[in-house]
């Protein structure tokens, strides 16, 4: 069956980075755009960016130039690579695959 399994999460300072990490399985992963989400507590989910089966990718205004998207297709993996962390991007961190999977979430906290 369609599965996605995110890792990574944890506890960061301002300032700090964090790697999350998207393991996918049951389907053809190259063949589908994926995408990061994030939901704040109290807030509804929004993206934060994707990456398409070329290769080609979007971020959402709050993380350009901080976070970068990647893909590996040989080992059924996407990744987010999250630098100069704010307590603004406090949240549980989605992994997400155009054919309508969903990954349980990684918690990340930025705080001092």
């Known amino acids: 069956q369609v599965r996605l399994v995110e890792s990574g999460g944890g506890l960061v300072q301002p300032g700090g980075s964090l790697r999350l990490s998207c393991s996918a399985s049951?389907?053809?992963?190259?063949?589908?755009?994926m995408d990061w989400y994030r939901q704040a507590a109290g807030k509804e989910r929004e993206m934060v960016a994707s990456?398409?089966?070329?290769?080609?990718?979007y971020y959402e205004d709050p993380v350009k130039g901080r976070f970068t998207i990647s893909r590996d297709n040989a080992k059924n993996m996407v990744y987010l690579q999250m630098n100069d962390l704010k307590p603004e991007d406090t949240a549980v961190y989605y992994c997400y695959s155009r054919n309508g999977a969903w990954g349980q979430g990684t918690n990340v906290t930025v705080s001092s």
């Open positions: 990456i398409y089966m070329t290769g080609t990718t």
């Open positions: 049951g389907f053809i992963f190259s063949a589908y755009t």
